[in-house]
């Protein structure tokens, strides 16, 4: 009796733990989030009412794999603005084509900040201290990124156009 | 004693299914989650939904050329495309003389296609260099997105605060900077390899003319085009000058005169491994030998980097040189 008891215990047991591992590698579930507008008009509003301390250019989709790594095909809309300078202010508002490719990007939006905090480190210690604060923020199939003195006051507009 | 075992065993049982559920919620919470570079930083801020601004015509007109289209991809970035007119006809990219007509002369033009290589003199190019070349690669991006020609199709492999010393290290060695290629860092003489350039333009030395004395300062670039030479044996190297400071910003040794003694010696280095020496300095500068104010786009800041009009000043110079 008792043999069968133990059995029955680790085959719970078995039960659970094969729980655990199952996510192991788990898919990208698909997150739908509801963005009230389209990204070009949000970048808009944030651009009133946040000027860009310096001058600015904006990238296209081709440029994206040159500056972060990102592929084109995994865009389905987007808004990428630099400094003209380069290592300053950055403003990158993607809408992936879905959550996996969002969650690849974020990652390379991720590095990206790493990377630009290692090069400010020792060589612009204000650049340093707004990197340090620096997300990338993912809801869904949008990733943003805002490298600037301003960035929570931007993350915070951007959040306003997103709904549960 | 059998109620006792079917008790237990339910008790185990739904345990684990509980686990399990937790486990799988925990999964969704995290993927609805930011990407944290910073463990401070606030992710998610409460939602609200409030109504989009209306842009106005101009606006939108300006932005839906900015917003990306998948459909729009393949056409959107178009080099070279510009139509050329006859006034312009001396920097036509055709290597075919112009057709004479009875009492029409080109001579200027002739003249100059004998000299002149032609922008796709830039086509194999890859510039190497720090902050003020990823201005250059902004002007460059920036001018090819509005459809003009810019520097051919010359490719970037540049990174803030890198110099010839500190790219030495291996990547992940402590203060070594390395430039990205398509996202990823790589050592300066692998990116040469994968950009496929047969000339390398290298202006480093901004962050070492103060970190090193000169003699170690051209001890590292011999070494770093050493290594770029050794992986590319066909590449032609062109060591472009370290570009000046605006008066306001210099500062113990960071002056131009240190600066001026750091390019006298990389063109002794130049000379004496047959590399070509390109003075960009020199067209930066005003009468009082300082970088010229209306050339610098942070005045107030380090007084080295290019504003847009720097950066023409320096494209002209190459391409008035080499095109």
Known sequence: MKKIFSLLLVFAMLFAFASCGGKDNPSVPEITVNCTDSIGNIYLKISEEIPMEYEKFNLTANDMIDYYGIKTEKISEMIAVQDACGYKDEIVMIKANDSAAAEEIADLLGQHIAYQKDSMKDYDPEQYKILTSSIVDIKGEYVAMFISASQDKMLEIYDSYFTD | ?323
């Open chain 2, 1 to 323: 004693m059998r109620k006792h075992i079917s008790i237990l065993l339910s008790a185990a049982a739904l345990l684990g299914l509980l686990s399990s559920c937790r486990i799988t919620l925990g999964m969704d919470e995290l993927s609805t989650t930011a990407v944290q570079t910073s463990v401070d930083s606030p992710l998610f801020e409460e939602s609200s939904s409030e109504a989009a601004p209306e842009a106005s015509t101009e606006e939108y007109t300006e932005l839906t050329s900015l917003i990306f289209s998948t459909a729009a991809v393949s056409a959107s970035h178009t080099v070279g495309a510009e139509k050329v007119g006859p006034s312009e006809l001396e920097y036509s990219e055709s290597t075919e003389p112009p057709t004479r007509k009875p009492g029409r002369t080109f001579p200027n033009l002739i003249q100059k296609n004998k000299y002149k290589t032609g922008k796709e003199f830039f086509d194999d190019v890859v510039f190497v260099g720090d902050s003020v070349s990823l201005g250059l690669r902004n002007y460059v991006t920036n001018q090819r997105n509005k459809g003009a020609e810019c520097l051919g199709k010359a490719q970037f492999l540049v990174a803030g605060s890198m110099g010839y010393g500190n790219s030495l290290g291996a990547i992940g060695s402590a203060n070594s900077i390395h430039p990205k290629y398509q996202g990823k860092e790589i050592m300066i003489e692998d990116g040469v390899q994968k950009t496929g350039a047969k000339k390398v333009f290298i202006m480093l030395g901004l962050n070492d003319f103060c970190a090193y004395s000169v003699d170690t300062g051209m001890k590292n670039a011999e070494k770093l085009i050493g290594r770029i030479i050794e992986k590319n044996p066909d590449v032609k190297i062109y060591v472009q000058s370290v570009t000046p400071v605006i008066k306001a910003k210099e500062h113990g040794r960071f002056n131009n005169q240190s600066i001026d003694a750091f390019n006298a010696a990389l063109k002794n280095l130049c000379n004496a491994n047959g590399w070509t020496y390109v003075d960009v300095a020199s067209s930066l500068k005003g009468a009082d030998n300082c970088f010229k104010d209306e050339y610098c786009s942070d005045k107030d800041a380090q007084g080295v980097h290019m504003s847009y009009a720097g950066c023409k000043v320096w494209i002209d110079m190459l391409t008035n040189k080499y095109c």
